[in-house]
């Protein structure tokens, strides 16, 4: 999940140039939803969830898929990606924080350490990829940095709450209820123009929809979700911190430099890492 995030993050960046965030956001979700429910069917995976349940997954499907793409795609068209990502790894730290206060998972000074640890790692690797020179400070990028924030919050929770629901019940039946709910919000936020707006996407932004929508969403979700239903949040929570690694190696790959610090940042992740698994 990890390694896909890390390369929606630079197909995010580039589609946002081109097309509207909210569009962008709804349409991934859009396709997503029914090839969720499809999968369903082929699985023969029960459909049905208690109704009791469903106010909690249309929650989390505010939280999860609606607020959260709403939040950190405007917050990334406003802002510069190296910021973005450095705001978007705030999420280790709101699992982490959500996870030992709401579900009781055990602060162990090593954990807690080991998250930390990561998370400076994880700050390290995007500063060595960071033109301070080019940055510039506007009223319009503080926005986009709250933003980005506080689609990081969101997804804390959403983690955080799944996890009731997904230690009950089937991890792809959760993941396309909330699918489900989350698009049904999109609907009223990108208004009438959605359909016209469609029409003006290019080909290569139809492709990155196509991205987002079947890998960065269906198969990074499930992944992620699965993970959440055998492990601690925070310990699965700390492995987002390989997002920000993935995307700087993805970029060195197109071409971009790659510093001696980046290194330092990658063994501090890797070690951060490790002593949360060992504790």
């Not at 982490?96 to 807690?112: N, Q, T």
């Not at 500063?127 to 503080?142: A, E, H, Q, R």
């Amino acid at each position: 999940a990890s390694l896909i995030w890390g390369g929606s993050f630079v197909v995010v960046k580039l589609a946002v140039g081109e097309i509207d965030p909210l569009v962008l956001a709804a349409s991934r979700f859009l396709i997503a939803t029914p090839i969720m429910f499809v999968l369903l069917l082929v699985r023969r995976s029960s459909l049905r969830i208690p109704r009791k349940e469903w106010p909690w997954l249309a929650f989390l499907g505010l939280a999860g898929i609606t607020s959260l793409y709403v939040f950190q795609y405007i917050g990334i068209a406003y802002t510069n990606a190296s910021i973005s990502a450095v705001l978007t790894e705030t999420d280790v730290l709101f699992i982490a924080l959500f996870s030992f206060v709401f579900l009781k998972e055990p602060a162990k000074k090593g954990r807690v350490f080991g998250i930390l640890l990561s998370f400076v790692g994880v700050v390290v690797v995007i500063l060595s990829n960071m033109d301070v020179t080019t940055m510039s400070f506007t009223g319009l990028f503080l926005v986009g940095s709250s933003l980005v924030i506080l689609s990081s919050f969101c997804w804390g929770i959403y983690s955080v709450g799944s996890k009731r629901l997904l230690e009950s019940y089937d991890v792809l039946t959760v993941t396309a209820y909330t699918f489900a709910f989350g698009t049904l919000f999109y609907l009223p936020i990108v208004g009438g123009h959605f359909l016209s707006s469609l029409e003006e996407i290019p080909l290569m932004g139809w492709l990155a929809i196509l991205y987002l929508a079947v890998v960065s969403s269906i198969v990074a979700y499930l992944s992620w979700n699965y993970a959440l239903k055998h492990m601690d949040a925070s310990q699965a929570g700390v492995y987002l911190s390989f997002i920000a690694l993935f995307t700087i190696l993805i970029a060195f790959a197109l071409g971009e430099r790659m510093t001696p610090a980046f290194f330092v940042g990658a063994a501090l992740i890797i070690t951060g890492v490790y002593l949360t698994e060992r504790n």
